[in-house]
T-cell receptor, first 116, second 114 residues
Framework: DAGVIQSPRHEVTEMGQEVTLRCKPI?????LFWYRQTMMRGLELLIY????????DSGMPEDRFSAKMPNASFSTLKIQPSEPRDSAVYFC??????????????FGPGTRLTVL | KNQVEQSPQSLIILEGKNCTLQ??????????LRWYKQDTGRGPVSLTI?????NTKSNGRYTATLDADTKQSSLHITASQLSDSASYIC?????????????FGAGTTVTVRA
């Protein structure tokens, strides 16, 4: 398996523009997560899905952020309009829970977003 | 205040030496504790996951311990290698019903020198 795939790997945009980040989870995984990582705040969970349904979006910073998962193999994180403080590395991760054991999360390589 | 505190913030060790990283948490209730390794420019990789009933878990040269009574965990790296240079993140799940209600530590940056 190729692992979690994210695109683009790097994105540079200007303030006010719309940004769309994409993620393809590992086949067969039923959980998908979006994280943001900055030097100041570390790793933060933004939102996660179970079987394509958003379960917890309490980490989404504000209404400018939205995430969708139209099917089991694709998810997007959209920022509209983007602001310089959104500059960060955005990670997608997927997981599969079997029985009562907590699921190991597999992270993608991340998208480094720079908003000028 | 962060509910997961890691120490030290960074450390430098010589190749072949051992080191121990600390993680103290105040998250309650407690479900499980995870250690991740993150290489520069890469996504985090899971090293260990421990539930409240587990005291120790190993993954190669990495050994994690958990004391749920004192709410402390440690990650011990044995016979360090240059490839161990990375950030190590402690993550605690604070819900028995929502496994992904996670609290993150700020990480410990380990530099291994030849």
């Amino acid at each position: 398996d190729a692992g979690v795939i994210q695109s683009p790997r790097h994105e540079v945009t200007e303030m006010g523009q719309e940004v769309t980040l994409r993620c393809k989870p590992i086949s067969g995984h039923d959980y998908l997560f979006w994280y943001r990582q900055t030097m100041m705040r570390g790793l933060e969970l933004l939102i996660y899905f179970n079987n394509n349904v958003p379960i917890d979006d309490s980490g989404m910073p504000e209404d400018r952020f939205s995430a969708k998962m139209p099917n089991a193999s694709f998810s997007t994180l959209k920022i509209q309009p983007s602001e310089p403080r959104d500059s960060a590395v955005y990670f997608c991760a997927s997981s599969f829970i079997s029985g009562l054991s907590p699921g190991e999360q597999f992270f993608g390589p991340g998208t480094r977003l720079t908003v000028l | 205040k962060n509910q997961v505190e890691q120490s030290p913030q960074s450390l430098i060790i010589l190749e072949g030496k051992n080191c121990t990283l600390q993680c103290n948490y105040t998250v309650s209730p407690f479900s499980n504790l995870r250690w991740y390794k993150q290489d520069t420019g890469r996504g985090p990789v899971s090293l260990t996951i421990m539930t409240f009933s587990e005291n120790t878990k190993s993954n190669g040269r990495y050994t994690a311990t958990l004391d749920a009574d004192t709410k402390q965990s440690s990650l011990h790296i044995t016979a360090s290698q240059l490839s161990d240079s990375a950030s190590y993140i402690c993550v605690v799940s604070g819900s028995v019903t929502d496994d992904y209600k996670l609290s993150f530590g700020a990480g410990t940056t380990v530099t291994v020198r030849a």
